[in-house]
């Protein structure tokens, strides 16, 4: 399932909407995927010490993955 999908069905389901209508909220979906792209600094430094990175490479990985998220298709 891609991440679109996902986070919009999440959001059908906090909408208390019928379960088959996530189609309509993919564009709220990817609007708040999108709104993730910049960490916050918490985020940068828990992905840059998780994974012992020691010049910032936390925040272009986070960026990239955020990227693939929003240019699935399918």
């Not at 996902?6 to 993919?26: D, F, G, H």
């Not at 990817?30 to 925040?59: L, Q």
Request: hydrophobic letters at 45%; charged letters at 30%.
């Amino acid at each position: 399932m891609k991440m679109v999908e996902k986070v919009a069905r999440a959001i059908c389901v906090s909408m208390e909407a019928e379960p088959t209508n996530w189609l309509i909220y993919q564009d709220e979906a990817r609007a708040a995927i999108e709104a993730m792209r910049k960490p916050s600094k918490a985020v940068e430094e828990a992905i840059d010490k998780s994974c012992n990175f020691t010049h910032g490479e936390g925040k272009r990985l986070w960026e990239a993955a955020i990227d693939a998220a929003v240019a699935e298709k399918g």
